[in-house]
């Protein structure tokens, strides 16, 4: 009987123990700033003769701020970018580019130096920063010159506070299971 008694308790210990591993999410934010400075132009002859570029790219990393790809998950972000002119005469106009962006209106997606913006949907970057933990922005000169400079990324989400994932969850009822199941199998072949 206590045999029994103990088999039935550590099956029960088991069985607690894997259903309690499901994971448990907590509201969390997570921030990246890309430090830079560059000039960019959309004049052929400054890009060629000046070496100033039409287009910068960077990359802000999550990861470093505690995100864990495929395990945390990034709900929404904002992006801030500071774009100031260069003093000199003229308008100026920015593409800035996100993965899969998808325009809210039938134009492309830009802001001016003034700062309007038509904005923009970009469900791909959320994919990229749940898959990778990363965000790949390009601005692009479409008109005038300018200067690019710090850019700051707010990711909102929900982190995963439980350290032990679905597979192990399983594995542990079904060690359990098996003790169980070898327990009895023991306590039948045994003479009493």
Do not use: C
Request: aromatic content about 10%; glycine content about 10%.
């Amino acid at each position: 009987m206590r045999n029994r008694l103990t088999v039935v308790l550590g099956a029960l210990v088991l069985w607690a123990a894997s259903t309690g591993a499901h994971a448990a999410y907590v509201s969390a934010t997570w921030t990246d700033v890309v430090t830079q400075q560059q000039k960019l132009s959309s004049s052929l002859f400054d890009q060629l003769w000046y070496g100033i570029p039409g287009s910068h790219t960077w990359t802000h990393d999550i990861t470093d701020s505690g995100f864990t790809p495929f395990h945390d998950i990034a709900e929404s972000f904002t992006l801030g970018i500071q774009i100031y002119d260069d003093g000199d005469a003229g308008d100026e106009e920015a593409l800035i580019w996100l993965p899969l962006a998808l325009p809210e209106s039938s134009g492309p997606s830009y802001f001016e130096i003034s700062g309007d913006d038509l904005g923009g949907w970009a469900i791909g970057s959320l994919l990229e920063l749940n898959a990778l933990g990363l965000l790949t922005v390009t601005v692009t000169a479409l008109k005038g010159d300018f200067w690019v400079g710090n850019s700051y990324l707010t990711v909102n989400g929900l982190k995963n506070v439980v350290g032990v994932v679905e597979p192990a969850t399983f594995a542990l009822f079904g060690l359990g299971l098996a003790a169980a199941g070898l327990a009895t199998r023991r306590r039948r072949i045994s003479p009493v």
